[in-house]
C-alpha cells in the first residue's frame, strides 16, 4: 500500500534498527526522517510541517515522555506513535495520559508498526468537520471544539473519537464501530486506547454542553444536553 508523500519523522537512537524501519517504511510509500535524541525531535516537532512521529521513549537525552510533554504544552498535534519496550500497563497509560496517539511494544513484526501507521495516517488526513447545526458544538480545523465561550484543544484522537460520537450522538456505538471509524483499525490491537483517551475527553468536554455515556456492555454514546435518549 503507497498511502502518498507522509512526512514521518522516526526518533530512535539505536541506529541499526532505526534503518531497517526507515528502508520499510520509504518501500511503503512514507518519506522517513530519522532523529536519535530527545532535543532533535522536540525542534524537529516545533517546525509543524510533519504528518506523523514515531518515538522511542529510550532516547539517550531525555526519557521520550518529555518530548510528549513538551509538544503537546506547546500545542503540536501531530499524531504521535510511541515505541517502547516498557511493557507493564503503567507505562503505556503514561504514554497515552501525555499525549501519545498509540503504541507498540517492543519487541514488535514489522507488519504490526505499518498497520498502526497506516491507521493513524487515515485518521490525520480524514475530514476535521462534522454537521452540527443542531448541536451548540463548533468543531475546527486546528482541532479545537467550541461552545460559547468555552474552547478546548484536542489530540488527533480525541478529535476523532469526538467526530465519531457526535455524528451518531444519541446512539449507542461499539468498540468495533470505534476502533474503525475513529482509529482506523479493521482489528482489536488489544489495548485499552479508547479508554483512556475516552477519559482524556470527557476532562476537556468538562461544561460543554455533551455528556460520553458508557453503556455497560453496549458501547459508548454521546447525548447533547437537553435532548431525548
Not at 449507542?172 to 483499525?185: D, M, Q
Request: one cysteine or more; proline letters at 4%; hydrophobic letters at 45%.
Amino acid at each position: 500500500m503507497y498511502p502518498g508523500l507522509v512526512r514521518l519523522i522516526l526518533v530512535e537512537d539505536n541506529a541499526q534498527l532505526a534503518s531497517t524501519l526507515a528502508q520499510g517504511l520509504g518501500e511503503d510509500g512514507y518519506e522517513v526522517e530519522i532523529v536519535d535524541t530527545a532535543a532533535k525531535a522536540i525542534a524537529r516537532g516545533l517546525r509543524r510541517d510533519l504528518d506523523l512521529m514515531v518515538l522511542d521513549l529510550g532516547l539517550p537525552d531525555k526519557d521520550g515522555i518529555e518530548v510528549l510533554k513538551e509538544l503537546r504544552a506547546a500545542r503540536i498535534q501531530v499524531p504521535i506513535l510511541v515505541l517502547t519496550a516498557r511493557d507493564a500497563v503503567e507505562s503505556r497509560v503514561a504514554a497515552l495520559d501525555h499525549g501519545a496517539d498509540d503504541y507498540v511494544v517492543k519487541p514488535f513484526a514489522f507488519a504490526e508498526l505499518v498497520a498502526r501507521i497506516a491507521a493513524l495516517s487515515r485518521r490525520a488526513g480524514g475530514p476535521r468537520w462534522v454537521a452540527t447545526t443542531d448541536v451548540p458544538l463548533a468543531m475546527r480545523d486546528d482541532l479545537t471544539v467550541e461552545s460559547g465561550t468555552k474552547t478546548a484543544a484536542l489530540s488527533p484522537r480525541e478529535y476523532a473519537l469526538l467526530n465519531c460520537l457526535l455524528r451518531r450522538r444519541g446512539e449507542v456505538v461499539t468498540r468495533a464501530e470505534i476502533l474503525r471509524e475513529a482509529f482506523g483499525y479493521d482489528f482489536d490491537p488489544g489495548t485499552n486506547v479508547i479508554d483512556v483517551h475516552l477519559t482524556h475527553l470527557r476532562k476537556k468536554l468538562t461544561g460543554f454542553p455533551v455528556t460520553i455515556e458508557t453503556v455497560r456492555g453496549a458501547g459508548i454514546r454521546l447525548v447533547v444536553a437537553g435532548s431525548a435518549t
